[in-house]
C-alpha cells in the first residue's frame, strides 16, 4: 500500500492570515457580483446571469423541483391496505437507520406478507 507524503506547507499559509484574506476576498467578489446583478435587476437592465437568492427558511420554504423524491411514505393499494410486502430491504439500506418494519404472513393468499408495524423515525 502506497502512503502519500505530506506536503511542506509555505509560510503564507503557515501564517494563517494571508489565507484568511484570501477567503475574504473570494466572499466579498462573490458578494459584490450579486449585488450588482440585483441592482441591475431593480433598474430595470436585462442580464444574461441570475443572481443568488436567500429564502428566510423557517417562514419561507424553498421552492423544490416536482421530481424531488424525498418525502418517506407508504405508498397504498387502492382498497387502501399498505403496498409495502414487508421484505426489509429498505429498513436494510436506509444509511440513517431510521425505518423500523416489523412483517406477518398477510390474510390474503396472494399476498405473502404485510407490514404490521412501519415507523420512519425522522427526528435521527
Known amino acids: 500500500m502506497k502512503v502519500p507524503s505530506l506536503q511542506k506547507r509555505s509560510f503564507s499559509e503557515n501564517a494563517y492570515l494571508p489565507e484568511i484574506l ?3 476576498r ?3 467578489k462573490h458578494f459584490c457580483v450579486n449585488m450588482w446583478i440585483h441592482l441591475r ?3 430595470g437592465l ?10 428566510q427558511y423557517p ?10 423524491r424525498t418525502l418517506h411514505r407508504l405508498v397504498k393499494r387502492e382498497d387502501g391496505s399498505p403496498r409495502c410486502v414487508a421484505c426489509m430491504m429498505c429498513e436494510t439500506i436506509c444509511p ?6 416489523v412483517g406477518a404472513d398477510h390474510p390474503d393468499p396472494n399476498i405473502e406478507k404485510h407490514p404490521v408495524r412501519f415507523d420512519i423515525d425522522l427526528g435521527v
Open 22 to 24: 484570501k477567503g475574504l
Open 26 to 28: 473570494i466572499t466579498a
Open 41 to 43: 435587476h431593480m433598474i
Open 46 to 55: 436585462k442580464t444574461k446571469g441570475r443572481g443568488s437568492i436567500t429564502y
Open 59 to 68: 417562514e419561507e420554504r424553498r421552492p423544490l423541483s416536482p421530481r424531488v
Open 96 to 101: 440513517a437507520k431510521c425505518i423500523y418494519i
